[in-house]
């Protein structure tokens, strides 16, 4: 099993459409969880942190599930420049080294 | 925010040469930075983790001959492709932690190489 994975993709929403993805991850002893979006031959940029207790930010909310072990990120009312691939970074307590997942496509027609 | 600044961002070059990419932190010091390579459609994969003044640690099957890390300063941290071939085409991406504790991580723009 793969230390941090994600569904990925297509997901093929139309403008407006909430959609949601999950990522999940092997090492009960993660401390720290993020998700960076991607765009085409570019750098993974910060989306935003993952806590406990939930977060959200406009129209993303990143949740975190210990028990079973996945994070996941919703987006609202969906852009058609939230078109990118989004990327699940895990850091697990000791190493500090992020272990990305394979990146979740997304793509919003009009 | 932090700014890490990676070039060249674009690179061809003949099969056995070498390939010099560099990162650079520019208003942090990172003593810690991590090579990435990307292949199309995959994800990023940890190449190596490159600690100032030390030498770098490199992920099982990463070849540490031919991937060269120096990270000579707290600002600059170099991948050097030795003997470059087709194979080694990818997009080589750069990172450095803005902190043990806040984990997250600043990017440099990427290194598209092409090997002929």
């Known amino acids: 099993r793969k230390e941090v994975e994600q569904d990925p993709g297509p997901f093929n929403v139309p403008e407006g459409a909430t959609v949601a993805f999950n990522c999940t991850y092997s090492?009960?002893?993660?401390?720290?969880f993020f998700w960076y979006r991607q765009d085409c031959r570019k750098e993974p940029k910060l989306l935003m942190s993952?806590?406990?207790s939930g977060n959200e930010d406009g129209r993303f909310t990143a949740q975190l599930n210990r028990a079973s072990q996945y994070i996941s990120l919703l987006i609202r009312d969906s852009k058609l420049s939230d078109s990118a691939t989004y990327l699940c970074v895990v850091i697990s307590g000791g190493s500090y080294i992020p272990t990305f997942g394979r990146g979740t496509s997304l793509i919003v027609h009009p | 925010g932090a700014v890490v600044s990676q070039h060249p961002s674009w690179v061809i070059c003949k099969s056995g040469t070498s390939v010099k990419i560099e990162c650079r932190s520019l208003?942090?010091?990172?003593?810690?930075m991590f090579w990435y390579r990307q292949f199309p459609k995959q994800s990023l994969m940890l190449m190596a983790t490159s600690n100032e003044g030390s030498k770098a640690t490199y992920e099982q099957g990463v070849e540490k001959d031919k991937f060269l890390i120096n990270h000579a300063s707290l600002t600059l941290s170099t991948l050097t492709v030795t003997s470059a071939h087709p194979e080694d085409s990818s997009f080589y991406i750069c990172?450095?932690?803005?902190?043990?504790?806040?984990?997250?991580?600043?990017f440099g723009e990427g290194s598209r190489l092409t090997v002929l």
């Open positions: 208003d942090f010091q990172a003593t810690t």
């Open positions: 090492n009960s002893a993660s401390q720290s």
């Open positions: 990172s450095a932690s803005g902190g043990l504790n806040t984990g997250e991580l600043f």
């Open positions: 993952v806590y406990s």
